[in-house]
């Protein structure tokens, strides 16, 4: 089982529209969560952390569930510019490795 | 406002041959890492650095050396290019390991190995 898993999509929503990504992950150890926008094989960037209370800024709202260990990516009123692939993204609850990737869920908004 | 400097972007390699990747941030983070990316799969973890002298492996190591004698630099090499290789390949750091610390990017530098 991977470590951390991705519905890789691709979503494919009219503008306007609301959608949802989730994300599981294997480590239930697992201390911190992110989304991250990737265009294009540029370079991932920082989206929003997710925090357990879950957390929103703008049209973006995150949520975790520790219970059922997965994340989750709510966006309303998608623009075209929300295309993109969303990586999930987790910390190990131990040790010093680095942050472990979902392979990401590819976003197709169409006019 | 540099950030996460990666060269070269483009580099077109023969099996056997060796490079060096060059990455460098002037952001004074702890905490510097090596990705690479294949078409429908995530990031991997190659090699990473929690300080100056120290290094360790990730998730695919083999083939890659590294080295950290300075804050600022990061390179890895490629001993003896393969095809598997070819790959885009991101480098990125942060204040900390761990802890919550979002990840910042270079721009990528993409390698093809005939």
């Known amino acids: 089982r991977k470590e951390v898993e991705q519905d890789p999509g691709p979503f494919n929503v009219p503008e306007g529209a609301t959608v949802a990504f989730n994300c599981t992950y294997s480590?239930?150890?697992?201390?911190?969560f992110f989304w991250y926008r990737q265009d294009c094989r540029k370079e991932p960037k920082l989206l929003m952390s997710?925090?357990?209370s879950g957390n929103e800024d703008g049209r973006f709202t995150a949520q975790l569930n520790r219970a059922s260990q997965y994340i989750s990516l709510l966006i309303r009123d998608s623009k075209l510019s929300d295309s993109a692939t969303y990586l999930c993204?987790?910390?190990?609850?131990?040790?010093?490795?680095?942050?472990?990737f979902g392979s990401g869920t590819r976003l197709q908004v169409q006019p | 406002n540099a950030g996460v400097t990666q060269t070269p972007k483009f580099q077109v390699l023969k099996t056997g041959q060796s490079m060096t990747l060059q990455c460098a941030q002037d952001?004074?983070?702890?905490?510097m890492s090596w990705y690479r990316q294949d078409p429908g799969m995530g990031l991997r973890l190659i090699h990473y650095?929690?300080?100056?002298?120290?290094?360790d492996q990730g998730e695919v190591p083999n083939g890659y050396n590294v080295s950290r004698s300075t804050t600022e630099d990061f390179p890895l090499r490629l001993l003896s290019a393969a095809p598997s290789q070819t790959s885009v390949y991101f480098c990125?750091?942060?204040?900390?390991?761990?802890?919550?610390?979002?990840?910042?990017f270079g721009d990528g530098t993409r390698l093809s190995i005939l």
């Open positions: 990125a750091s942060s204040s900390t390991y761990g802890g919550g610390q979002p990840q910042h």
């Open positions: 480590n239930s150890a697992s201390q911190s």
């Open positions: 997710v925090y357990s």
């Open positions: 993204v987790v910390t190990p609850g131990t040790g010093r490795r680095a942050l472990t």
């Open positions: 952001m004074n983070h702890e905490y």
């Open positions: 650095s929690v300080g100056a002298g120290i290094t």
